[in-house]
């Protein structure tokens, strides 16, 4: 699902970051998302992340709360206090739906909230409410 620039009819890619300590997670994501046309980015935490989102500039960034040494919350902080990051969404996702887990997700700059398990469906219209 490229995305096109209409006035040049070139194809974008849009760069799609997943962040989660599962690897099942990871690959799920990756696969679905790739299968819908999305370069895929992902790091098992927070500090892999940070590095591969310096490289890569991702345009939207999916991170699972739950995750050792850095969690979601404060690698959403992290991103957001970048000045060179801070545009960027940061999708939060969870088993965990509660609505202190969701208001603690937007006090750290998150723009969302997905649920695990996810479909292929809710990630790709995620990335278009965000990513323009």
């Keep these: 699902m490229a995305v096109r620039n209409v006035a040049a009819r070139i194809p974008v890619s849009i760069k799609v970051m997943i962040i989660d300590d599962s ?40 991170v699972d709360i739950m995750m050792p040494r850095l969690d979601g919350y404060q ?27 969701k208001a603690r997700g937007r006090i750290a700059g998150s723009e969302e909230h997905v649920n695990k398990p996810f479909t292929q469906e809710e990630l790709v219209e995620v990335i278009a409410r965000h990513v323009h």
């Excluded at 099942?24 to 696969?31: F, N």
């Design 23 to 62: 690897n099942t997670i990871r690959r799920t994501a990756e696969a679905l998302l790739k299968k819908a046309g999305y370069d895929v980015y992902t790091a098992g935490d927070g500090f892999e992340a940070m590095s591969v989102i310096t490289d890569r500039r991702p345009d939207i960034i999916f």
């Design 75 to 101: 690698t959403c902080l992290l991103i957001k206090n970048n000045k060179d990051f801070k545009h960027i969404p940061v999708i939060m996702l969870s088993s965990k739906d509660g609505l202190f887990d």
